[in-house]
């Protein structure tokens, strides 16, 4: 009989749409208690505790740390196990949920959930952006522009990320860079000069919420795939909008692809960057590099672009999950009430009766 093993759950209580208190109870309800003899459940209180918790818990031997939050909980709590034993689990909570997504890890959590109970480890690798980890992209120009008006806005769900790109894209710049790389594809150096709407270096193949930005990305090949999107027109944005979320973006005319272990990119001002679609403030220089097979996570052996079907499922779940969370929220709201009516009642009777 295989030795049981461990788990811990970094829980993000304010990341994304969707409640937590949902989750916990169908972990507490179909964690496979056979193949776990122990779990523990912990909520982050700041940015970057979820480092901290997933570290310590490498650190005590716990062979798994699953992270219920969005990419932003996803990237602190992997940040933490790199280069460790303990591997990564992920329920998706969030607002894009890009990592999960390419991985197939579906966004329903009580199917999440099967996918630990399965417990197939895979290693898997990461980038590193001017020192800074990420797990599914990163980048500079237009996405990192909105993540930053994203994070400004306080508002959180693909309905707000839709909104900050309507409104920012009619007033965004192209800026020009010079990129350099050594192009796996053909062994060449790659010394360019290109105005770009942006540039994006993928370790998975999407942003999230099935963005495609790097359709052929793996987070297994040691490879990571730039994508460098030239200014375009208003006409012609209809077109890359769709294909970006069909798969089919690198077939655009205004799309420049390569492969890649290590990038630079130059700018001539200092600016953001985002990894894993939170902003970061850098130099005029981003340096990004690929380190082959740094985590374990458990997740299905499939990643990447999933077939029609199984997008379909996973639209249906993911709104089953969202009709929940608002159900819980008015369930929550009305018990607030009902209790401060209940209190005040008892105060009323209280002073009526000297009681």
Not at 122 to 136: A, E, I, L, S, W
Not at 257 to 286: E, W, Y
Not at 294 to 320: H, K, T, W
């Amino acid at each position: 009989m295989a030795e049981k093993k461990t788990i811990q759950f970094i829980v993000n209580p304010i990341s994304g749409t969707s409640g937590k208190r949902f989750v916990i109870k169908l972990i507490e309800e179909y964690l496979d208690k056979s193949r776990y003899n122990d779990y523990t459940i912990v909520q982050t209180r700041r940015v970057g505790h979820a480092t901290e918790l997933a570290k310590e818990a490498a650190r005590q031997g716990v062979d798994v740390v699953c992270a219920i939050g969005g990419d932003g909980t996803v990237n602190e709590v992997a940040g933490g196990l790199v280069h460790t034993q303990t591997a990564l689990a992920i329920i998706p909570s969030g607002s894009g949920n890009g990592l999960a997504r390419h991985l197939r890890i579906p966004t329903d959590p009580l199917s999440a959930i099967k996918i630990i109970n399965r417990g197939l480890v895979h290693t898997m690798d990461y980038g590193v952006v001017n020192g800074r980890p990420f797990f599914c992209t990163c980048g500079v120009g237009f996405d990192a522009f909105i993540s930053q008006r994203f994070a400004e806005s306080g508002k959180r769900g693909p309905v707000a990320y839709l909104e900050n790109v309507l409104k920012s894209s009619l007033n965004y710049h192209p800026e020009t860079y010079e990129v350099e790389m050594v192009n796996l594809r053909d062994g060449k150096e790659v010394h360019e000069t290109c105005k770009a709407f942006l540039i994006s270096c993928a370790n998975a193949s999407q942003y999230g919420n099935n963005a495609y930005i790097a359709p052929s990305a793996s987070v297994r090949d040691g490879i990571m795939d730039v994508t460098i999107l030239e200014p375009f027109t208003a006409i012609e944005a209809p077109q890359i909008a769709i294909q970006l979320f069909n798969g089919t973006l690198d077939q655009n005319s205004r799309i420049k692809t390569f492969q890649c272990q290590n990038l630079t990119i130059h700018r001539s001002s200092d600016g953001v960057a985002h990894f894993d679609g939170d902003p970061m403030q850098t130099g005029k220089t981003i340096r990004v590099e690929l380190v082959p097979n740094g985590l374990l996570c458990l997740s299905p052996q499939e990643e990447g672009i999933p077939d029609v079907e199984e997008r379909v499922q996973s639209f249906i779940a993911e709104n089953i999950r969202s009709l929940y969370s608002k159900t819980e929220v008015l369930i929550q709201e009305n018990l607030s009430r009902s209790q401060r009516i209940a209190l005040l009642n008892k105060e009323l009777f209280r002073k009526l009766t000297g009681k």
